[in-house]
């Protein structure tokens, strides 16, 4: 049997981050593992360039095995990169922290390796049971002709709309206050706001059920 752990919004936790990754490997207790991220590693924590390369470790050590989705806080970043958006609203998002964190006074500073990683990130990762995504979808859409701006953006109406997507949407990107992931009939929310004092979170998932098996939660 084949373990999922699908880890939301880190937003440059760390600590928080290498102490999950423990979890989840003494839960697998030797079987084969898969971890899917779902986006926003940068912005607002302590260390965002920590995370990116804790995340590109884990892809070194676990080809195939480590699936890294866009958040709407790296498609930010890169839209200052290409000059394709002004900077103030992403510094005001947590951009500031994540300059400070690589030791760059501007977006056009940050090291060449992290705006390819930035860019390799995938909008969707589809397991035939699962659609995991950063922010979620538009309902009225297939899967397949979703816009990207809703794949990392969308709330509503994704939130409260309870119709099946024929997958269970495992997404981020609203923080839950409560600490608890929102799991729905058609979605799940593990966005537990680890930025915000809230604990990082992550889904158990296995290969023979859709619905999780269980949380692993650290503060």
């Known amino acids: 049997m ?7 919004d880190i937003h440059g936790s760390l600590r928080m981050l290498r102490a999950l ?7 697998a207790g030797g079987r084969p593992m898969t971890f899917v991220f779902l986006g926003d590693y940068i912005d607002r924590g302590p260390d965002s360039a920590g ?4 995340v590109m470790d884990l892809q070194s050590e676990m080809p195939d095995r ?38 760059a006074d501007s977006a056009g500073k940050l090291p ?8 390799s990130l995938r909008l969707y990762y589809d397991d035939g049971r699962r659609f995991f995504v950063h922010a979620g979808i538009d309902p009225k859409q297939p899967l397949d002709a ?8 969308i709330r509503e109406p994704f939130l409260s709309d309870g119709r099946d997507h024929g997958r269970l949407i495992v997404h981020g990107h609203t923080p839950l ?9 058609n979605r799940l929310n593990l966005d537990t706001a680890a930025v915000f004092g809230g604990p990082l979170t992550a889904a158990i998932f296995t290969d023979t059920e859709t619905k999780p098996s269980g949380f692993l939660q650290v503060e």
């Not at 373990?3 to 939301?8: D, E, P, S, V």
């Not at 510094?91 to 400070?100: I, S």
């Not at 206050?177 to 009939?185: E, W």
Request: aromatic fraction near 8%; charge should be negative; include cysteine.
């Open 146 to 153: 979703q816009s990207k701006h809703d794949l990392i953006w």
């Open 177 to 185: 206050t409560d600490g608890a992931p929102d799991l729905r009939g």
């Open 21 to 27: 990754i423990a979890r989840c490997r003494q839960h």
């Open 51 to 54: 995370v990116v390369r804790a």
């Open 112 to 119: 060449e390796d992290l705006v390819r990683w930035l860019r």
């Open 2 to 8: 084949t373990m999922t752990y699908a880890i939301g």
């Open 66 to 103: 480590v699936v890294a989705l866009k958040g709407n806080h790296e498609a930010m970043a890169l839209d200052v990169i290409d000059g394709t958006a002004p900077a103030d609203f992403w510094l005001t998002q947590g951009g500031a922290e994540t300059l400070r964190s690589y030791g």
